[in-house]
């Protein structure tokens, strides 16, 4: 895997995630109950459960079709198939 964003692959993924949680001031036990999280949302979107978090959104798996559209150049692009999973909240998108 190369690097990218000045990440290295011999990083540790879950190590990263540690220093990204503490940089926003949170204490050790605020940042192990959101990594601990983690995996459980992951399991029920795998699973395609839909989950509603107050103010936030809605976390759901929806897949999106590849797509070949037509720039102006008249060539089609492939643009791959993707997942998408946050719809967020009128809340959120109000004060953001």
């Known amino acids: 895997m190369a690097a990218r964003s000045g990440r290295t692959s011999d990083r540790d993924p879950e190590a990263?995630?540690?220093?990204?949680?503490?940089?926003?001031?949170m204490s050790k036990k605020q940042t192990e109950?959101?990594?601990g999280s983690r995996g459980l949302v992951t399991?029920?979107?795998?699973?395609?459960?839909?989950?509603?978090?107050?103010?936030l959104g809605i976390l759901q798996?929806?897949?999106?079709?590849?797509?070949?559209?037509?720039?102006?150049t008249g060539e089609p692009i492939q643009i791959k198939a993707s997942k998408k999973v946050l719809r967020a909240a009128k809340e959120l998108k109000e004060s953001v």
Do not use: T
């Open 33 to 35: 109950a959101v990594s």
């Open 61 to 72: 798996c929806a897949s999106a079709p590849p797509a070949w559209p037509q720039p102006a």
């Open 16 to 25: 990263s995630r540690r220093e990204s949680l503490e940089s926003h001031e």
């Open 43 to 55: 399991k029920h979107l795998k699973k395609g459960d839909r989950i509603r978090i107050g103010g």
